[in-house]
């Protein structure tokens, strides 16, 4: 069965210092990935996604992604953190063997101090 | 705007009473998607359509609850003699996938979410 995990619940970060949200895959076949973000009380927004091809994906807001696949690993990452980026994010893949759903880790929650 | 919207935003029921959370996609996607995410938990799926055809339903998904998408256009989801582990936010996201494609790769887009409290 294809799954997600965040290994880590809340992630702290000063603003202007690079961070990382870790991510782990399982999945049977080629890894569709993705990463949303989520604010309170809201919807999830698309960040990025990895079908194939270069390992870095670029995507909104500056965020960046490497995948990873002898480590299993899609970890996303941003070159210099600002308070805004401070939210739930979520790591998830595609279950294209079966229905086309998105399998969700957990949520890292990342902190980002003034 | 033309994203994913949901409608109510907020929800706040008795225990027993039936409610119904509309969703309306992306103009021209094809493909709706209904999620429940429980508090400090992801998304889970519950079920999809694509055009108005209801594909699959997650062994999540109750009998108490129901979902339509009756012009493919629109969705609506039903939850019958609500209880209070219902209460939870219900995602609704669209996508849009051609049909031609045998590997599907589209994005879901999702709109504001729905939240339940079930008192």
């Known amino acids: 069965a294809q799954s997600v995990a965040q290994p880590e619940d809340q992630v702290n970060v000063a603003e202007g210092n690079p961070l990382t949200v870790k991510c782990t895959y399982s999945?049977?076949?080629?890894?569709?990935l993705f990463w949303y973000v989520q604010y309170p009380n809201r919807g999830l927004q698309f960040l990025l996604k990895?079908?194939?091809?270069?390992?870095l994906v670029k995507g909104s807001y500056g965020f960046e992604a490497e995948f990873n696949k002898s480590q299993t690993s899609f970890h996303l990452k941003k070159p210099s953190a600002l308070v805004s980026d401070s939210a739930l994010y979520f790591c998830?893949?595609?279950?294209?063997?079966?229905?086309?759903?998105?399998?969700f880790g957990t949520g890292t929650r990342l902190q980002v101090f003034p | 705007d033309t994203g994913v919207s949901q409608d109510p935003r907020h929800k706040i029921t008795k225990r027993g009473q039936n409610v119904t959370f509309r969703c309306d996609p992306i103009?021209?996607?094809?493909?709706l998607y209904w999620y429940r995410q429980t508090l400090g938990q992801g998304p889970e799926f519950l079920t999809y359509?694509?055009?108005?055809?209801?594909?699959?339903k997650s062994r999540l998904l109750s009998d108490r609850f129901s979902a339509e998408r009756p012009k493919g256009s629109f969705s609506t989801l039903e939850i019958q003699r609500t209880e209070q582990g219902d209460s939870a936010m219900y995602l609704c996201?669209?996508?849009?996938?051609?049909?031609?494609?045998?590997?599907?790769?589209?994005?879901?887009?999702f709109g504001p979410g729905t939240r339940l409290t079930v008192l």
């Open positions: 996201a669209s996508s849009f996938a051609p049909t031609s494609q045998r590997v599907v790769t589209d994005t879901q887009y």
């Open positions: 999945v049977s076949g080629n890894p569709y």
């Open positions: 990895y079908i194939t091809g270069d390992n």
């Open positions: 998830a893949v595609r279950d294209f063997y079966n229905t086309d759903k998105l399998i």
């Open positions: 103009s021209e996607h094809n493909r």
């Open positions: 359509f694509q055009n108005e055809a209801q594909l699959e």
